[in-house]
């Protein structure tokens, strides 16, 4: 058993119910929006009662190292503007908003339910300086067919990057849902159309990450931009350190920072403790 899916069996609640397919779809027909209160944040958030039921029960983020970094990230960088790729239900750009205060902040999700509540969390919260771009992000712009994750709603896939997934892929283990098309993007063509160079982006795209850095070229030839992202796939890895950046495993589900040349030195007290990839 992968380590992934023994976590999954062990501490997820939801695991069993939507793996046992009578249950999950009885539970599915009564699920609805509700609002959680994040008391660390001091807001609400929109989540589905069922999909999302771990967070009426413990509204804080499932991997504590990675948000461990994420506010020391705030603290030593005070990032202005942040892009979060892959919201889902948007917990990065919450956090990194009451942490940095930016005057900019882009999610960008694809599945058309995750955006609606993003969209109520936003206006609830009366966030006017956010946007969701409801959009996949790889290495082009169009249209792009999508693997929906109806289970939790946060292992949806591009096709073509489930269709090349293992068996110890989340979206294999709970069942893929429906197929549906979804607008795709790249980071550069969000730039080229007049979006500000993020100064600190969390990206979490279930295997596609080395998509996204391919259409993201002008982006880290900028570079100021730092990228704390979960990764699967080694070419995202080498094609950052072939232009110079330096790469951190922060824990062991795959998570690391990027950093470019620019900014290494003044992220050492972040990094000190962090494995450098070699």
């Not at 929109?46 to 999302?52: C, I, K, L, S, Y």
Request: with cysteine; net charge positive; glycine share 6%.
């Amino acid at each position: 058993m992968s380590l992934l899916s023994t976590i999954r069996s062990r501490f997820h609640p939801l695991w069993r119910i939507r793996r046992t397919p009578w249950l999950f779809q009885i539970f599915r027909r009564l699920d609805f929006p509700v609002w959680v209160r994040c008391q660390t944040l001091g807001m609400k958030m929109r989540v589905m009662w069922f999909r999302d039921l771990n967070w009426l029960f413990d509204s804080v983020p499932k991997e504590p190292e990675f948000n461990t970094v994420m506010e020391r990230l705030c603290e030593v960088f005070r990032p202005d503007v942040f892009w979060d790729v892959g919201a889902n239900l948007g917990w990065f750009s919450w956090l990194v908003n009451a942490r940095a205060k930016p005057s900019e902040v882009v999610l960008f999700e694809p599945l058309p339910q995750n955006a609606r509540l993003l969209g109520d969390t936003i206006r609830r919260n009366g966030f006017s300086h956010m946007r969701v771009v409801e959009s996949a992000v790889a290495d082009r712009c169009g249209s792009v067919s999508f693997q929906v994750d109806d289970k939790s709603g946060a292992a949806s896939q591009i096709k073509e990057v489930f269709d090349a997934s293992s068996d110890a892929a989340i979206l294999r283990g709970y069942g893929p849902g429906a197929e549906i098309s979804v607008k795709m993007t790249t980071l550069d063509a969000e730039i080229a159309a007049g979006a500000r160079i993020p100064d600190l982006i969390k990206m979490d795209i279930e295997c596609a990450e080395h998509l996204a850095l391919q259409g993201a070229e002008k982006l880290l030839a900028s570079g100021g931009t730092i990228i704390a992202f979960e990764c699967y796939k080694k070419e995202a890895i080498e094609l950052l350190k072939a232009r110079g950046w330096k790469v951190f495993l922060i824990d062991p589900l795959n998570n690391y920072l990027a950093l470019p040349p620019a900014l290494q030195e003044r992220a050492r007290s972040i990094t000190q403790t962090l494995k450098c990839v070699e």
